[in-house]
């Protein structure tokens, strides 16, 4: 490291398994970057997800994907693109919904993205994504202190309530985990269907409060 750069390689990143087994290596919260979002993903087992099915229809975000090893099929909408190492993928559509999985053991895609014409700020999954490495050991006030900082950055953010609504369940802070929950679904209703089946709610789903499905 130097005075005005740093260097990591992406083997010494612990992956953290987020969305549905997806393992992220966060690359922009390791190096500091403040300028564009970038992120490495690496896949668990051939099959297995690399790049998450999503779209940029919310942040509106072009992105570029560059495949660093092994080889992965991306699916674009209704297509599909057979993307080895070396592949360079630029999504310029935020509305394209975009997918891929593994096809060879050690696939490893990166990821950098971006709003054109304004100045790049984090978004706020990265906050619910990094207190998932949390999980496993059950450290409840590390996740948690995480999703406080993320609640100062984005006060009225859905996903960022609702993670923090899960983690309250599960340390048993039962009152401020219906708060924050009824808040997300108050900001975004659509959040009230992923609660009624999310297990990190089981400990407060028997309460009057929960909302409904």
Known sequence: MGEGWTSVRLDEIEPIPVAGGLLWQPLRRTLGVQAFGVNAYVASQVGADVVEEHSERRLRHEEVYVVLTGRATFTLDDETLDAPAGTVLFVRDPDVRRHARAEEEGTSVLAIG????????????????????????RDYDAALALMQEALERFPDHAGTLYSLACWEAMAGRRDEALEHL???????PDVRRYATTDADLDAIRDDPRFPAG
Do not use: H, I
């Open 114 to 137: 971006g709003r054109p014409g304004e100045p790049y700020s984090p978004s706020a999954w990265e906050w619910y994504f990094a207190a998932e490495r949390y999980r496993e050991s």
């Open 182 to 188: 009824r808040r997300a679904v108050e900001l975004e």
